[in-house]
């Protein structure tokens, strides 16, 4: 009998530690998502708040393709130490063999980003002890060599850029299904990396000036940096 109580109460402290976490989590969410020729990919991550949010207590953990158990990451990916996200900013997570305009701008390498159908999340707390706040793509399973994007649009051989009145994360099959969706599709090599998601700009009325954009079809880089 002891045991019985015992169980139940820290199933009913674990749940109402979570519910804590969800209330001190600041709304970080993907902002931009790039799966480009060669290693040209990265993740972009955005602040909404007023805050500045200490990436010390977030991951980015994945799967490679078909994770090894359903609906469990294989990788704990953390943050560089000490790195953090301003009011309105973003952090850019690049491979470390992007081209140099978007390493000029990155914040972080990490060398085994998407080819289309590794899911990522974005989680708060511990690697024993978190909450999922953001997907691109899921842990559920082998999605082949991509997922869909709002009927139509992929994760692979693409750009995803959020919708600018997206304010907060949410589940993949929500941000991704056609009826709720989320993001907008553009071809591959389209890259627009922005100090500040337009989002923010739409609701404070500010943006920071900092932003690269590739032309494919002039096959050359234009950018700013303010």
């Given at each position: ?37 060669s ?18 207590n ?20 953390t ?11 973003v ?12 390493l ?49 649009g ?30 907008a ?42």
């Amino acid at each position: 009998m002891k045991n019985k109580f015992r169980k139940l109460f820290l199933i009913a402290f674990a749940f109402l530690f979570n519910l804590s976490l969800v209330a001190q989590t600041p709304s970080l969410f993907f902002s931009e998502y790039a799966e480009g020729s060669s290693n040209n990919k990265y993740l972009e991550i955005y602040n909404p708040t007023t805050e500045v949010v200490d990436l010390g207590n977030y991951a980015f953990p994945s799967v490679s393709n078909a994770p090894t158990l359903s609906a469990e990451f294989e990788f704990w990916n953390t943050f560089e130490q000490g790195a953090s996200i301003s009011p309105g900013g973003v952090y850019v997570v690049a491979h470390g063999s992007a081209d140099p305009t978007i390493l000029a701008v990155a914040d972080q390498t990490h060398n085994y980003l998407s080819n289309g159908d590794d899911g990522y999340a974005l989680a708060y707390g511990t690697e024993d002890s978190y909450i999922y706040i953001d997907w691109i793509g899921d842990f559920n399973g082998d999605p082949g060599s991509e997922w869909d994007v709002c009927d139509g649009g992929s994760t692979k051989d693409a750009t995803l850029v959020r919708n600018c009145d997206v304010v907060s994360g949410s589940e993949w099959g929500i941000s991704s299904d056609s009826a709720s969706c989320e993001w907008a599709v553009f071809e591959q090599n389209y890259w627009k990396i922005n100090a500040s998601h337009d989002g923010y700009q739409k609701k404070y009325n500010t943006i920071h000036e900092r932003e690269i954009e590739f032309y494919p079809e002039q096959f050359k880089f234009i950018g700013t940096d303010k």
